[in-house]
């Protein structure tokens, strides 16, 4: 019987490993060389059958070329799992280390908020404490206790977004109190009486907050906005304080030189209302609305309305903005266009 040329057998393996290109070919060739059935378990079990001086050194080389192939295999299997991760990840391998750095862009402040904390700085010089509420109020706040009741029309001065439903009317109990229902507040006046309900006079405080209203948009207006209420109650306080306050302080917060307009307006928490106008350009841009807070209001915070007077106002953050920044479009503050908002990188 012819001696197993080992030699073939090898060059043959590994001229085969070389060619086997994926996962099942690989199994293919440990199957065929290294197999239970394969080509060198059957020669190391056909050894017997060899002339007794030839079986040394025939399977000594037959467990060497074993050994050998497993490696070879190994080694092979390694590459290809290589190669494949390599595919999968072309990025990750084309990652130029060489390359200089370049910054991330830094984050900035919203030219909303620039300008409002523009406007506390100017109330705090002018003597205003700075405090906040709560944006999800009561409508017992946002609304009955400012003198606005339940089905009276002046509730509709604001647009509202609810977060509680109405509850369904009981017709057995048609003088019930309805239940108190939340809403995203219309605007921060709910803080002139939570503010009273907790401090005496002398007051001076300023509240700034964003509100929400259930409101189409235009240039001038938006459904989210930001206000800065004011308040001021003390002894002889009187209209020319409230007119005083707000002409000095839209002097020294948008220069000396700009031309102001009050008129009447109406408010059903204050007694006068008025609202304050700033010309630009052609035509006249509504600020804030403002007036002497009611009596009823005073009253019921326990202070006698003959000795305490005070006034109120609540500003349109984003209407300052437009006009310090000359923004012509109030909608361009929440559409989050990073080639609008960068322009404000570096100011303050
Ligand atoms: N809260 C009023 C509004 O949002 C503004 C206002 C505040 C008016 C204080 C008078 C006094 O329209």
Request: hydrophobic share 40%.
């Amino acid at each position: 019987m012819a001696l197993p040329d080992l030699a073939a057998i090898e060059s043959d393996a590994r001229r085969d490993l070389a060619a086997a290109a994926d996962a099942p070919a690989l199994d293919d060739w440990r199957t065929r060389y290294l197999g239970r059935k394969g080509i060198l378990t059957a020669l190391l079990r056909g050894l017997s059958d060899l002339p007794q001086a030839d079986r040394p050194a025939i399977g000594q080389g037959a467990n060497q070329l074993k050994r050998a192939l497993e490696a070879a295999l190994t080694e092979r299997q390694q590459e290809r799992r290589r190669a494949e991760t390599e595919a999968q990840a072309p990025a990750a391998t084309s990652i130029d280390v060489t390359l200089p750095a370049r910054p991330h862009p830094q984050g900035q402040l919203h030219p909303v908020t620039l300008t409002r904390r523009a406007m506390e700085r100017v109330f705090r010089e002018m003597g205003f404490d700075v405090v906040e509420g709560p944006e999800v109020e009561w409508d017992t706040y946002n609304f009955d206790r400012l003198r606005v009741p339940r089905d009276h029309p002046a509730r509709d001065m604001w647009d509202t977004i609810w977060i509680d439903p109405e509850s369904p009317e009981d017709p057995a109990a048609p003088l019930a109190q309805p239940a108190p229902r939340r809403l995203l507040r219309t605007h921060t006046s709910p803080m002139q009486i939570r503010y009273l309900e907790a401090h005496q006079p002398p007051i001076r405080v300023v509240v700034p907050g964003t509100c929400y209203r259930y409101e189409a948009t235009d240039a001038a207006h938006e459904w989210m906005l930001t206000q800065i209420e004011g308040l001021v109650i003390d002894e002889n306080i009187s209209f020319p304080h409230l007119k005083g306050t707000l002409e000095s302080f839209v002097h020294r917060f948008l220069g000396p030189g700009l031309e102001t307009r009050f008129r009447c307006d109406y408010f059903p928490f204050v007694e006068p209302g008025a609202e304050l106008s700033i010309r630009w350009g052609d035509r006249w841009l509504e600020m804030l609305g403002a007036g002497m807070v009611h009596p009823e209001i005073i009253e019921a915070a326990g202070l006698d309305p003959e000795r305490y007077t005070g006034f109120a106002f609540g500003m349109g953050v984003e209407r300052f903005a437009m006009l310090r920044y000359g923004i012509e479009d109030i909608r361009n503050f929440y559409q989050n266009d990073l080639r609008f908002l960068q322009q404000f990188r570096g100011v303050s």
